[in-house]
């Protein structure tokens, strides 16, 4: 059996070491700059490593993401695409879709929501191979299976929807009723995250469970997707919070903790669902055969 290749993955996992090493040797929470904002908020800068110009707040965030990608993402998609490349079935061409869509949310919060540093062109590169690898694999992908819908699933769906939106609607409300900006929004103009979380993945989720009741074979890609991010984002919160506390960042401490735990309780749902729904396509897969 001749082995698949996929040079997009080879070069995918290679910049997301390139972006996450950096960050994370950008720990020093000692050289922090204040001074006033656009909107007249007196803020402060990191001023150290990759993350000198973004916000004294953010920059832990960062930085606990880019630990999370190096020691969980890299590892997770280095193994997904060695089983593909041994493989020949459609099963990993679904992993590897769900792999691509986590690089592809990372380098979009990076690419969009880091302020502008030397390895921008490497942001935009892993955008770019991110994005296309994922569609090569969608396109390539010959699915027709899908999994059976438990009252578990939908309440996990319809949650997981409900809870981005409650996240950071609290935050939003307020500035649209005053006029005024968000009270984090310190060096940025806007918040990529409340952008991908409540435009993309709080909507996704109920598309999916739309396609998931309707036996769609769309559906059962969606939420190979959704849950592999969801399991990422849950570890994720770890180190974010982590370097968070240990930063020193001014930030209501009950909301942290309750932000955070309610992410992580949503990634250790959501690994159960993973684990379940590919021992189903497995044996579906095993049954046609």
Known sequence: ?????????????????????????????????????????????????????????????????????????????????????KSNDSLAELKMISVYSVALYYAASIVFGVTYNRLFIAYVVLFSCSIFGMFMHIKKIKWSQTIQVTKGLIVFLILSGIALFAAWLPDIIPTLLNGGTLPLIEVYTTEITYVLDMGIIGPLCFVCLHLLVKKQSLGTMLLAILLKACIVVGIMMIPQTILQVVSGAEIQMPVLVSKSLSFVALGGFALFFNIKMYKELSNEITEEK
């Open 1 to 85: 059996m001749t082995k698949r290749k996929d040079l997009l993955a080879v070069v995918t996992l290679l910049l997301l070491c390139v972006t996450a090493i950096p960050g994370i040797m950008s720990i020093d929470f000692s050289h922090a700059i204040s001074f006033l904002n656009q909107y007249g908020q007196s803020v402060s800068i990191y001023g150290y490593g990759i993350y000198a110009f973004d916000s004294y707040f953010k920059a832990p965030i960062s930085i606990g993401t880019d630990f999370c990608i190096l020691f969980v993402l890299v590892p997770m998609f280095l193994y997904t695409y060695i089983q593909y490349r």
